[in-house]
């Protein structure tokens, strides 16, 4: 009887809740197979960066694999020393004592008293060090499992089998070049997956974009091949909490195939796709019009028509610029419209266009934001913009009688960057855009897109 009592404690996770161990270990032991690992020897998996998706990511792999310590080994990465402020700290005391399962676990590991010190100004805690804990400095409402920390880069990576990049698309390259140095006496070639939505634009030596899986590629050496994209309708905070959720491993069929088995669970389906191109430019596209959206959203008081309409022209905006970037990019249909749909509700990006909208945070502050993290959708509507204002990438205007530079015809996505990058026009000018005194039905960009050989290899740096 005691060890049947044994062997349900074991297989509770970390929060508490039962979790159902059937087939996880057959799960990875043909990971570990496929990775030529062999017994006594973990899995490394190493989550570098920290934030809401990046956390919630590690935290999802704990909980399934973590039981499992002598076959795999979780880790998560993020820079030491960034101070927890004084409100930060009172509202994460109220979290924790409103929890009775995670007040109990800090008990019991002997953490509780360092954040009663900090709720009353006696102590400073860190953000690597509550995550330790399980608390994420940019979700400190959603409590995760305790998580293995490292706050030495080198450490956590040199001998990783599987990186997953949960870092802003700005921080990438530098963070990868740096990742690069503790890799050149690797004779085995890392898996990388990238959850990272944002992209960086290059003028020279033509215009071309730049995705965070080619900046990983470009700083690090790995092969394309072994570099991976994640994407998918995600709110972190949901997922955690078991909400029902879908995402897709993009990537080349050897590793796409069996890493989306692995990640599978019963609330958190992942398929596979091939397309990595327009998967990972839609992660950034979305983020871009998010912020319109949640600006649109605060302007008209929750205007479900106003809300449908910059709908419609969004979704037009984003068709049109992925047929400049890919021969035959996938349909906005299914995962890749729920994707759009869910960050246009809900999500960081959205959340600032409305707190700008109502003037409750202004341009100076910046694109990081406390309890938030990185906006990545400024960045990337700069980008955009600088890209496709390319006089050399001109496309036909519909009334067919001048060329003009893409831009021109995304309305949107020009309004977005008057109001956030050269900050000459006031959130009110979305509304504007929504009039469009043009008369042009959404439908037309969608179909000059289609029918017009668009297609621009040169954008994503293809000859």
């Avoid at 000059?448 to 668009?454: E, M, S």
């Amino acid at each position: 009887m005691v060890g049947s009592i044994d062997k349900l404690h074991q297989s509770l996770n970390s929060n508490g809740s039962f979790n159902n161990c059937n087939g996880l270990e057959e799960k990875l032991d043909e990971l570990r197979h496929l990775l030529c690992k062999n017994n006594g020897d973990p899995l490394r998996i190493v989550s570098v960066g920290a934030g809401a998706w990046g956390s919630v990511f590690a935290a999802l792999l704990q909980d399934s694999y973590g039981q499992f310590r002598d076959k795999v080994q979780i880790r998560i990465w993020r820079r030491p020393g960034k101070a927890v402020d004084r409100a930060t700290a009172e509202h994460l005391f109220e979290v924790i004592n409103s929890r009775e399962d995670v007040l109990r676990r800090l008990i019991r590991r002997c953490a509780y008293l360092k954040y009663v010190e900090a709720r009353l100004g006696d102590r400073t805690l860190l953000a690597d060090e509550i995550l330790k804990d399980g608390f994420c400095l940019n979700m400190i409402d959603t409590p995760l499992c305790p998580l293995k920390v490292v706050t030495n880069l080198q450490e956590a990576v040199w001998d990783a089998d599987i990186v997953v990049n949960g870092l802003p698309s700005t921080e990438t390259h530098e963070v990868f070049e740096e990742i690069s140095k503790y890799w050149k006496e690797r004779i085995t070639v890392p898996i990388i997956i990238s959850l990272s939505k944002g992209i960086e634009a290059a003028l020279h030596p033509v215009p071309h974009i730049i995705t965070p899986t080619q900046m990983i590629n470009r700083a690090t050496g790995v092969p394309i091949e072994n570099i991976l994209y994640l994407g998918g309708p995600n709110i972190a905070s949901e997922i955690y909490n078991k909400e029902y959720a879908n995402a897709r491993l993009c990537g080349v069929e050897k590793w796409r195939k069996p890493l989306a088995k692995f990640l599978r669970q019963p609330h958190f389906i992942v398929w596979d796709n091939s397309d990595l191109v327009t998967h990972e430019v839609m992660g950034g596209l979305k983020n871009v019009y998010a912020i319109g959206a949640g600006m649109v959203a605060a302007l008209t008081n929750e205007s479900a028509t106003c809300k449908s309409v910059y709908f419609a022209h969004c979704t037009s905006e984003m068709i049109f610029i992925t047929h400049l970037l890919a021969e035959e990019p996938e349909k906005l249909a299914g995962p890749l419209l729920a994707d759009t749909y869910v960050t246009l509700l809900k999500g960081r990006n959205a959340w600032y266009g409305q707190m700008l909208a109502k003037g409750e945070l202004s341009r100076d502050m910046g694109d990081s934001i406390s309890g938030k993290g990185m906006i990545q959708g400024v960045s990337a509507v700069g980008a955009f913009y600088e890209l496709l204002s390319q006089s050399s990438l001109s496309v036909l205007h519909p009334d067919g009688d001048k060329h003009v530079a893409p831009v021109e015809l995304c309305p949107l996505l020009k309004t977005l960057y008057k109001i956030l990058i050269t900050r000459e026009k006031s959130a009110q000018a979305i509304l504007q855009a929504l009039r469009d005194e043009t008369l042009n039905d959404p439908r037309e960009r969608i179909e000059i897109a289609q029918t017009h050989a668009f297609y621009k290899p040169s954008l994503l740096g293809q000859p």
